[in-house]
């Protein structure tokens, strides 16, 4: 496989433990802080690595910016919303929402980037769209204790639709820099943006100082935001941006498997058969269009190889 594609899956799979550790988090914790330290903590994570790497390069003001406001559409925006979807929903239906991304990154990368996409893309997002859609109309036979089941499918619809304009406006940046440090830039910058909203707002930004927190708090920090980010991007950055990010279609797997372990949370028999169908589609998407293009291209070859067999032998008896 593709080693840009095996960056993609392992940071998909970082990704998919956002929402169990959101949930072993202390409740105490309001879903603004815990997006606003994870992201500080996998800053400056990257921005150590960066310095030990010795890598430097001179950051124009107008790029500054640039990573600065898309870092404020991620953390202030994107993320903040995902964990209010965790907080008023499920682990489970957040995960799986959010892995709808793709979709908008395909609708964003079209007008933005002017990348093209095919049928088999197409296909794959609607067989992806009516599989997500089985789980969520499945949830509603579900028995839970959430807070508020519909404000968590809201704020987990509008953190898939920003991710992905998100993940479209980042695809240039880190044609240009070091990925660390775009995204150490891009962290610091909107965790610090998301700390000031909340103290204006008169959020609780202080939380338990237990061990339980701190662990937690430290591998969001580290692994989901710092190491996932930078696979991710790693995988982006010689991939077409939705090539890479129909990956994101493995996550409500990953998060299922891991919220059901873990969390005892249940899905019902009409959410299984969803998950299936999202499997499909990236199976649709990712193995069966190159396989496609790859007979395509064989063919080809295989006319141009006899074309010019034929031309030679003709050639030569004249």
């Given amino acids: 496989m593709n080693k840009n594609y095996i960056y993609c899956i392992l940071a998909i799979f970082l990704f998919s433990t956002i929402e169990l550790m959101g949930k072993i988090l202390d409740t105490s914790v309001s879903p603004l802080a815990i997006t ?38 991620n953390v202030c925006v994107s993320m903040y919303m995902l964990q209010l979807g965790i907080y008023y929903g499920q682990a489970n239906l957040s995960a799986i929402i959010i892995s ?30 009516f599989g997500i859609s089985v789980v969520i109309l ?3 036979g579900v028995v839970t204790d959430s807070r508020n089941i519909i404000l968590g499918i809201i704020f987990s619809v509008l953190a898939s639709i920003t991710f992905g304009l998100y993940t479209v406006l980042s695809k240039s940046i880190i044609q240009k820099y070091d990925i660390m440090l775009f995204n150490s830039i891009s962290f610091i910058g909107g965790a610090i943006v998301l700390f000031i909203l909340g103290l204006f707002s008169h959020q609780v930004m202080i ?22 980010y930078v696979f991710f991007f790693m995988g982006l950055k010689k991939i077409k941006t939705v090539s890479g ?22 899905l019902s028999f009409i959410q299984v058969i969803g998950v299936i169908i999202v499997i499909i589609s990236l199976f649709l998407n990712t193995f069966i269009e190159k396989i496609f ?22 050639d030569k008896i004249n």
Avoid: H
């Fill in 293 to 314: 293009y790859s007979k395509i291209s064989y063919l080809t070859n295989f006319k141009y190889v006899m074309k010019a067999k034929s031309s030679y032998k003709r």
């Fill in 100 to 129: 709808s991304n793709p979709i908008f990154v395909g609708i964003f990368a079209l007008f933005i980037l002017k990348e093209r996409f095919n049928i088999f893309n197409i296909i794959s997002w609607i067989i992806g769209i």
């Fill in 36 to 73: 606003c330290y994870r992201f500080i903590t996998g800053g400056f994570f990257l921005f150590l690595i960066y310095l030990i790497k010795g890598t430097k390069q001179k950051v124009e003001l107008y790029d500054f910016l640039e990573m600065s406001l898309v870092g404020i559409l």
């Fill in 138 to 140: 499945g949830q509603f």
């Fill in 207 to 228: 939380f338990k100082p237990d061990l339980k927190n701190i662990v937690s708090m430290l591998y969001l920090g580290i692994f989901v935001t710092g190491i996932a």
């Fill in 245 to 266: 990010s129909v990956f994101f279609l493995l996550k409500p797997i990953f998060a299922t498997i891991l919220a059901v372990l873990c969390l005892d949370e249940n």
